[in-house]
């Protein structure tokens, strides 16, 4: 008996075959499912190099944490005492007004996503506020140095104010 596992293009026996999308499933194509799998939520290269050098700093902070337990949001870096939320968006993902190109690809789909991601980005951002939050967002191509520059201050401030 040969089957076909959902989306994967083989059958078992390991023959190609003509690619079928999962029900439900967005893909276009066996090619671009396997290319959105990959994509990183957390850990980006961005949010690597702005946390070391934030490490280098003596900071401490948590990763990819939720800043209130309620919230079902979770933001790249936390600095719980100072309560400051750090958020390092993708440019495509969130809609970057230098950088986002309208997909060419199923783009009803895709512009509505990116824009139902900026609609949240901004009630995150009014949620932690409301709730003394500190929040600081970045694009990706924002220079990781000056992004480290201004976490550090704002820690700084906010811990000698006593905000946070």
Not at 2 to 11: D, I, K, L
Not at 118 to 128: G, K, S
Not at 130 to 139: C, D, H, I, N, Q
Request: charged content about 25%.
């Amino acid at each position: 008996m040969v089957t076909q596992s959902a989306g994967s293009g083989q059958t078992q026996s390991g023959s190609p075959t003509e690619w079928t999308p999962p029900t439900g499933s967005w893909a276009s194509s066996a090619a671009r499912r396997r290319n959105m799998q990959a994509i990183r939520s957390r850990d980006t290269k961005p949010e690597r190099v702005v946390r070391s050098l934030l490490h280098a700093q003596g900071l401490r902070y948590r990763v990819a944490a939720k800043p209130l337990p309620g919230l079902r949001r979770t933001a790249d870096i936390v600095f719980r005492p100072a309560k400051l939320a750090v958020f390092i968006d993708g440019c495509y993902w969130h809609g970057c007004p230098e950088h986002y190109v309208p997909p060419k690809t199923n783009p009803g789909y895709w512009s509505d996503k990116v824009a139902r991601n900026m609609a949240r980005d901004r009630d995150t951002d009014e949620q932690l506020r409301a709730a003394g939050w500190t929040v600081l967002r970045f694009w990706e191509h924002d220079p990781a140095e000056e992004c480290a520059v201004k976490i550090a201050a704002t820690v700084s401030r906010l811990r000698k104010t006593g905000e946070g």
